[in-house]
Nanobody
Framework: QVQLVESGGGLVLPGGSMRLSCVAS????????MSWYRQAPGKERELVAA??????HYADSMEGRFRISRDNTKNTVYLQIHSLEPEDTAVYYCKAHTSISGSPIEYWGQGTQVTVSL
């Protein structure tokens, strides 16, 4: 059974930092692409960053304050966010892009809420 469990969200002051974690199970983590998306109230879900097996990619507007990393020994992908702004308030989702019996498939976590506010 595939599971993606996000954690690390919460309430943070503007200018603060936060690290989100996503622990995966049920598929071959090391060869999978792991991504972070976010969805703000009233907006569409958008890509923040993706970590392919050997390199990372960031959405154009996410360069600089976001850093994605992975630890294949722990089946975990992280998203570090610095200098948080109220506009970063959103539900952050972890996504896995992998293959099962040669067929591509995607899985989503349940999301973790990040709220940036005074």
């Amino acid at each position: 059974q595939v599971q993606l469990v996000e954690s690390g969200g919460g309430l943070v002051l503007p200018g603060g930092s936060m690290r989100l974690s996503c622990v995966a199970s049920g598929f071959t983590f090391g060869s999978s692409t792991m991504s972070w998306y976010r969805q703000a109230p009233g907006k569409e879900r958008e890509l923040v960053a993706a970590h392919y097996p050997y390199f990372a990619h960031y959405a154009d507007s996410m360069e600089g304050r976001f850093r994605i990393s992975r630890d294949n020994t722990k089946n975990t992908v992280y998203l570090q966010i610095h200098s948080l702004e109220p506009e970063d308030t959103a539900v952050y989702y972890c996504k896995a892009h992998t293959s099962i019996s040669g067929s591509p498939i995607e899985y989503w976590g349940q999301g973790t809420q990040v709220t940036v506010s005074l």
